[in-house]
């Protein structure tokens, strides 16, 4: 079966440290995003990594956030430090080749 599976989520203080995961069974993961939701908002893009390596940030959380790859291991990161009580959302990684999504991990910054 087809998956992406993400972990990591949980309940910080702001100032805190969280990192993600999210691992793709059965298939090989190519340019992988990350995307989050807080509620009642659009669901909007943090982050991506590419087959090559190359990063992109959505302003709001560079400098703070890092994304990460292992592709021997099919399974990529992002590392969040610094949160914020804005940071909280439900995320969400993204493989873009194939279009498949996980079913999001809740980051509930707060103290």
Excluded at 31 to 46: C, D, G, I, N, S
Excluded at 93 to 111: K, L, P
Aim: charged content about 15%.
């Amino acid at each position: 079966q087809v998956q992406l599976v993400e972990s990591g989520g949980g309940l910080v203080q702001p100032g805190g440290s969280l990192r993600l995961s999210c691992a793709a069974y059965n298939f090989n993961i190519h340019l992988m995003r990350w995307y989050r939701q807080a509620p009642e908002k659009q669901r909007e893009w943090v982050a991506e990594i590419t087959n090559g390596g190359h990063i992109f940030y959505t302003d709001s959380v560079s400098g703070r956030f890092t994304i990460s790859r292992d592709n021997a291991e099919n399974t990529v990161y992002l590392q969040m430090n610094d949160l914020k009580p804005e940071d909280t959302a439900v995320y969400y990684c993204y493989e873009a080749h194939w279009g498949y999504w996980g079913q999001g991990t809740q980051v509930t910054v707060s103290s």
